[in-house]
């Protein structure tokens, strides 16, 4: 079929009015004797969408409504070519005249023999075909059809002269109005390759034409045969009219104008509903790229057929309908009832006098009425469809109304249907817009199509047209209405169509209804799908989902993904299907678990075909698990042992341990503790604390180390969003390793391949590990480095699969060759995921504070070392639980498990008083076979009765138990034997315990740090970690006092004893299972001071305490003789044991002494703070009286506890430590808990500033100086015979202190009360009543007094007061130096 198109054309109307025809085209086809068969149509509008899709380099419109920003593709292409080739392929039907021929063309060629003969021959055939009944199609427009005769000759090849005088014969015979000589062919066809001249069929041809479709017909005609027909097209505004005048029949070769489709086999139709598929019409089209046509024709041709079609359209088609429009008027004006004329009578219609129209619903369906061809109501239809097609639409409209109401009247409902379309058309296209669009006509011509006459071609092309005036004007709500109407179930690709241009018009409208568009979107793309037009449908959905996306719709975008996975797979854009279907996976989706088995099994599937595309390519990318990076843990060194018997691990750090900040600062505080102590104090500058487990809260910027041969744990969180289990399987870390060698030069070749390299990086595999439906999960996985350099932890590599089972889902059937039976195998896809962890925020300069940067995190990037040691530490009986002071002892066991030998092996422990390795020296830690046969943690010696309650001396230094001056008792070398352990050696070393003072539970961190022997530079030391966890129940409680005895002589003959006053309660509740303690021994341990016997008045030698009780234990001090006494600074320590068994435990040797001293320096550092407090301004009278009440006298107490434990008695034993400082105060060997203070009052006033008093207190001044009185206990004296008693008492006055003090003895009785006068009144001092001495320091002076008795009776002579004053001062300090014992003296009368 071809069109030619001409500018402006004039005729003239029936009233001799010229008519101006713009833009007119008319169509040439050939002949075609059968009426085109649906199925052919089908296939044609099918192929027609199929092959217009969106051009690749378009731009598309972006919209912005409201939230959204759309890009939304500007023109619908496929649309349009299914609108005009839906027009033009239109059967033509018995109640319209527009798609009927009009003329036809008989064509001969010049070379024929009688071309005169064969014109009537061809004529013979069209009269025929026209008028025989055999031949119901194609319809003819009037009987007296026009015959245009055209002789054709070839120029290249044919007699010229001949031509003519044929042509001269033609005109003769038709008529120079009916005839026409055309020349073409001007050149040969092996010259047509010298000049390329365009072809000139090109743009009329039309692609997709029913013609081109039928090739099941008898055989098209070709131009130079003899048989060619001809059909007039007007295209009016983008509105494509018919009228056709149907060809004849032609058994001769294929027609050189049709499209060559025959070349494809797959385009022989073997029935009228064949469809052929998208993509095989794809590869016709481009199997047949450029054919050319006209290729023998010249410019001069292309003239030629150019004026040869304006002669037939000026000389032949247009007179012939003007003519026929005359007679059609004529015959209407000339019948009766009618008006005299149609013109006269469109006043009447203009004027608005309508006739009341019936309402569609009431008319009967009666849509089988026919008219004959000469009813009088066809003809004033077939005057206005010919009017309509050559733009005379003022006269067409008056037609079409006359027409419809003799159509309503007679009930004949397509005539009426038709008539009210047309006219609706025509009041639209009339210049000037004389009257409004007539919509109503429109919509009850498309309700009486569909509903009464059940034509939905018809309908449709109502639609169609509609539409467009519709939206011309604007009008979209109401085309998008008209067009959704026609949706409906008998054709998929016409409901697509109108539902996308529905959603256009949403989307067009003055304020957008964006929900509106997407939802008809999805619509159209649902019913595309159905058609089969797989791109356009895929194209919908993704236009859809700029809209619902990332709105919280995770349905609709489950669906919508869903969907468009589905078609990307079926047209083979796998890329894009796998985007889709993990969308759906990774968005936390609201699926039942059916469905989202079924999404997920798809994804696999799809994802499996694109692997399988390249093998040999980068691992993907997978969705699931989740992977929470920065959860990403990493260990550095072996897992821990577990327990094996007695043996016990140290808990070091692993994985299992949760992170704890105020922990970690204390491992930290240990470690710098000994690294300062190992470097003299000083901790180094490019010191870092060690860190095993690299976590988010840990220091990450800098690379961490790892030694060669130590594992690389990465602990990775995973977490299945989806409800259905996963399946990961040969899941392992993807690392990059660039090695160096042993100069520490950087190796060129960079290994990246977890596979390729096992003897640089070892990668441990997870065969199988399950994460069931939305579980959080973790994964550990190893790498064994072998070789230094630097690694770097990319990601994990697994296959991700799903446990088998699950059916499919309803409404979604399994993609072709996905397993989905219950008893399937699992079907898994290998692809990777990467390890990236965001560093911290940074936020300390302003750049960065106004910014947001963030560090890096190197936890993933660990640098391998050489080899270091590696310390293992095995703890053997070691108790969890213990008495309060209760020692036990265990062993610890030290194993070298690497390939270097290790040294410096120290530990470092915040609580050092709980444990000890023993002393310093060998000698003090034989174990005496006594010791060994009780099992006794202590050194003991058995003693002869005879020594009980005397003490046992002996001496240490606390520089031998590691308490020197200026030493860090928390910092305790380990004693290895040459301090050194080498590789694969291990030792075992005692290990004495004391159990804390405080009962409860009590976490201990010790901290064992060691060095290589070869001094590396990236590691100076290495540390190990363990955590042990102690509970302690009640034991005893011990009080003690110090006292001056009032005895002022000793064995010695010089002052100064103390009497220790040592309360023992057995404070343990019964549950511990003790049913009695027995105090063995009480020993001291003093510079200065030691026990010298226990003064215990009671027989009972045995100390027992059951549980509650209390016992009192009285003790004599002495001061150490001088040669005893070190200097101050010396750390000599004098031991005395008082022993109430049978077995001396040596108190000065291990472990007695190691927890004495440990304890009495930590006792040391809680008082040395208090110290500082106190104002510098002190006096240093103040001072040397202090001096006198202080004391430094160390009690320990020894016992056994008899515990009962599963029917056997087992003996524990310990002990108290109790530190005296100051003489007269209570001291105790636990912590006592303090009141909380009462709450004060609030006071609203500045409290004056008052000068701290620098008086000394009370106790401290009744210290100063000591007194004792020296008499008879008893006096006998005969008062008849003298009534006056005279008694010679000594008063000894002993300077505590050592500075020179003025002393003033006054005794004179001081009254204050009655009850003294009565006391006091009976005895008088005689001599001297007030003494001024100066006492030198330590100085012991004598006073002879004497006392005078009237009557016998028992007397108390301690009434001497004493004021005492340091002789460099001026104060006097007075006190009433009282005795502690009244001074009591019996008078008998003989």
């Known amino acids: 079929m071809a069109k030619v198109l001409f500018f402006m054309v004039h005729m003239r109307d029936p009233n001799n009015q010229l008519h101006v025809i713009k833009n007119l ?33 378009l731009v598309a419109n972006v919209i912005t409504a409201g939230d959204y920003d759309l890009n939304i593709s500007a023109t619908t292409p496929w649309f349009e070519s299914y609108r005009e080739t839906f027009l033009q392929s239109m059967p033509a039907s018995d109640h319209e005249f527009l798609n009927y021929y009009l003329a036809c063309m008989l064509v001969a060629s010049s070379s024929e023999a009688e071309p005169m003969e064969q014109f009537g021959k061809l004529s013979q055939e069209q009269h025929r075909i026209q008028h025989n009944n055999d031949y119901s199609y194609p ?60 072809d000139p069929w090109s743009q009329y041809l039309q692609k997709n034409s029913i013609q081109n479709q039928e090739s099941y017909e008898d055989g098209p005609c070709t131009i130079s045969s003899n048989k060619n027909s001809d059909s007039n097209l ?83 088609l247009l007179p012939h309908i003007e003519k026929t429009i005359r007679q059609l008027n004529d015959q209407l004006i000339s019948r009766k009832g009618l008006s005299r004329s149609l013109f006269s009578a469109t006043k009447k219609w203009f004027s608005g006098s309508k006739v009341p129209e019936k309402s569609i619903n009431e008319l009967k369906n009666t849509s089988g009425l026919l008219y004959p061809p000469e009813a009088p109501e066809l003809q004033i239809r077939k005057m206005a469809d010919l009017c309509f097609l050559v733009q005379h639409y003022d006269l067409a409209y008056s037609c079409y109304h006359t027409a419809k109401k003799d159509f309503l009247n007679d009930q004949a409902m397509l005539y009426a249907a038709g008539a009210l379309e047309m006219a609706a058309v025509s009041a639209f296209l009339q210049q000037g817009a004389a009257r409004p669009y007539p919509a109503h006509y429109m919509d009850t011509a498309i309700q009486t199509y569909r509903d009464i006459c059940k034509n939905m071609i018809l309908a449709e092309r109502c639609v169609l047209l509609s539409a467009e005036i519709l939206k011309s004007q604007s009008k979209y709500s109401e085309a998008a209405a008209l067009l959704i109407r026609l949706t409906s179930e008998d054709s998929d690709l016409r409901s697509a169509l109108l539902l996308e241009q529905a959603a256009h018009c949403f989307i067009n409208m003055k304020s957008p209804m964006v929900r509106k568009y997407a939802f008809h979107m999805i619509l159209a793309g649902h019913r595309f799908s159905k058609a089969g037009q797989k791109k356009h449908a895929l194209r919908c959905y993704c236009q859809a989902m700029q809209v619902y996306k990332g709105k919280g719709w995770s349905l609709a975008e489950d669906h919508i993904n869903f969907t468009i996975g589905r078609q990307s797979y079926t047209l083979r854009q796998l890329d894009n299907a796998v985007s889709a279907f993990r969308h759906i996976l990774i968005n936390e989706s609201k699926q039942s678990a059916a469905q989202q088995g079924s999404f997920l099994r798809e994804y696999l599937y799809v994802y499996k075909n694109v692997s399988q595309l390249s093998p040999d390519g980068p691992l993907p990318q997978l969705p699931l698990p989740y992977i929470n990076s920065s959860a990403t843990r990493v260990f550095f060194g072996h897992d821990r042992r577990p327990a094996d018997g007695e043996k016990q691990a140290a808990t070091h750090v692993s ?49 961490p180390l790892a030694v060669v041969e130590e594992p690389i744990t990465v602990e990775v969180a995973f977490r299945n969003p989806l409800k259905v289990p996963l399946l990961l399987t040969n899941l392992s870390l993807l690392w990059k390793f660039q090695p160096k060698d042993c100069s520490g030069k950087n190796d060129e070749e960079v290994k990246e391949l977890v596979t390729s390299e096992p003897e640089m990086i070892g990668t441990e595999v997870i065969s199988e590990f399950l994460i069931n439906s939305e579980e959080s999960k973790v994964a550990r996985l190893k790498l064994f480095p072998h070789h230094i350099g630097e690694l770097h932890i990319l990601g994990v590599v697994y296959n991700l699969g799903t446990i088998q089972g699950s059916t499919t889902v309803d409404g979604i059937g399994a993609l072709p060759g996905c397993h989905t039976g219950k008893q399937s195998l699992s079907m898994s896809v290998r692809g990777r995921q990467d390890l990236e962890i965001q560093g911290p925020r940074l936020n300390s300069t302003k750049e960065e504070k106004t910014s947001i940067t963030y560090g890096p995190d190197r936890r993933l990037d660990p640098i391998i070392v050489e080899e270091m040691p590696l310390l293992e530490v095995f703890f053997i009986h070691f108790p969890t639980g213990l008495l309060c002071g209760e020692i036990r002892k265990a062993y610890v066991e030290f194993v070298n498990v690497s390939k270097c030998p290790l040294t410096g092996l120290k530990v470092v422990c915040k609580r050092p008083e709980f444990f000890t390795f023993g002393g310093n020296t060998a000698a003090l830690t034989p174990l005496s076979p006594s010791a060994s046969e009780n099992c006794s943690a202590y050194k003991t010696v058995v003693t002869e009765s005879t020594s009980v309650c005397t003490a046992l001396t002996s001496s ?137 016997k226990s003064v215990n008045l009671s027989e009972n030698k045995d100390a027992k305490l059951g549980s509650r009780e209390k016992g009192k234990f009285c003790f004599k001090a002495i001061r150490c003789k001088e040669k005893e006494v070190a200097t101050q600074s010396s750390e000599k320590y004098t031991f005395a044991d008082i022993i109430f068994g049978n077995e001396q435990i040596i108190s000065s040797a291990s472990p007695c002494a190691d927890f004495f001293y440990r304890s009495l320096s930590s006792e040391l550092k809680k008082v040395q703070p208090s110290a500082h407090t106190e104002k510098q301004s002190v006096e240093d009278a103040v001072r040397l009286i202090q001096k006198c009440s202080e004391v430094d006298l160390n009690v320990v107490i020894l016992w056994k506890a008899y515990v009962v434990e599963d029917s056997k008695q087992l003996i524990l034993e310990g002990q108290h430590h109790v530190i005296l400082h100051t003489v007269g105060k209570e001291a105790y060997s636990s912590p006592q808990k303090q009141e909380p203070p009462e709450m004060e009052p609030l006071k609203f006033f500045r409290p004056e500033n008052t000068a701290v008093s620098s008086r000394p207190s009370v106790e401290q001044l009744s210290s100063l100086i000591k007194t004792s009185l020296h008499y008879p206990e008893s006096l006998n004296h005969p008062f ?3 009534s006056l008693c005279l008694v010679p008492v000594t008063l000894l006055l002993s300077n505590c202190s050592k500075a020179d003090v003025d002393v003033i003895v006054d005794l004179r009785h001081k009254t204050t009360s009655p009850e003294s006068l009565e006391i006091h009144g009976s005895f008088t001092w005689l001599g001297q009543t007030q003494y ?37 001062q001026v104060t006097v300090f007075e006190t009433s130096q009282q005795n502690s014992m009244p001074a009591l003296i019996i008078i008998n009368n003989v």
């Open 139 to 198: 319809k003819w427009f009037i009987p007296n059809t026009l015959k245009y005769y055209v002789l054709l000759h070839d120029v290249s090849a044919g007699d010229e002269q001949r031509a003519e005088s044929i042509y001269e014969e033609m005109k003769q015979k038709y008529g120079t109005q009916g005839c026409y000589l055309l020349k073409i062919n001007s050149r040969t066809s092996n010259q047509a390759s010298d000049e390329q001249i365009p």
């Open 234 to 316: 007007l295209s009016l505004d983008g509105l494509d009219n018919e009228v056709k005048v149907d060809g004849l029949p032609n058994n001769f070769r294929a027609h050189p104008l049709q499209l060559d489709s025959s070349s494809d086999p797959s385009n022989n139709i073997d029935g009228p509903d064949h469809v052929k598929s998208a993509s095989s019409l794809h590869e016709t089209k481009k199997a047949n790229p450029g054919i050319i046509h006209g290729a023998c024709l010249t410019l001069t041709d292309h003239d030629r057929i150019r004026q040869f079609v304006q002669e037939f359209t000026f000389r032949g």
């Open 25 to 57: 085209k008319i169509a040439v086809s050939n002949i075609i004797t059968q009426p085109p068969q649906p199925g052919a149509i089908r296939k044609l509008l099918n192929d027609v969408v199929s092959g217009s899709q969106p051009a690749d380099g």
């Open 1280 to 1282: 008849h015979q003298k």
């Open 655 to 703: 994985l299992d341990q949760e992170y704890d900040n105020e922990s970690s600062q204390q491992w930290r505080e240990l470690e710098e503790q000994v690294v300062a102590l190992v470097n003299k104090g000083v901790i180094p500058p490019n010191f870092h604390p060690t860190q095993y487990c690299l976590n988010s809260f840990s220091d990450n910027s800098r690379f």
């Open 1332 to 1368: 001024k001495l100066q006492l030198k320091s330590e100085e012991i002076h004598s006073l002879q007094l004497k006392a005078c008795f009237v009557h016998t009776g028992v007397y108390n002579l301690g009434t001497p007061r004493v004021f005492a004053k340091l002789s460099d």
């Open 956 to 1092: 240490a230094s606390s520089v031998d138990f590691g308490i020197g001056i200026g030493s860090q008792p928390e910092v305790i070398p380990v004693p290895l034997p040459d301090t050194v352990l080498l590789p694969g050696a291990s030792v075992q070393l005692p290990l004495w315990l004391r159990g804390p003072d405080e009962e409860g539970v009590h976490e201990i961190n010790f901290l064992f740090y060691y060095e290589s022997v070869k001094k590396l530079p990236k590691i100076r030391h290495r540390i190990l970690r363990h955590t042990a966890v102690i509970c302690t129940s009640r034991s005893l409680n011990v009080r003690a006092t110090v006292c001056r005895s009032n005895s002022l002589e000793d064995e010695e003959g010089r002052g100064g004893n103390m009497l220790v006053f040592v309360d023992v309660e057995n404070i343990n509740t019964s549950e511990a299972g003790v049913k009695e303690f027995h105090i063995v021994q009480v020993s001291s341990s003093s510079k200065h001071w030691k026990l010298q």
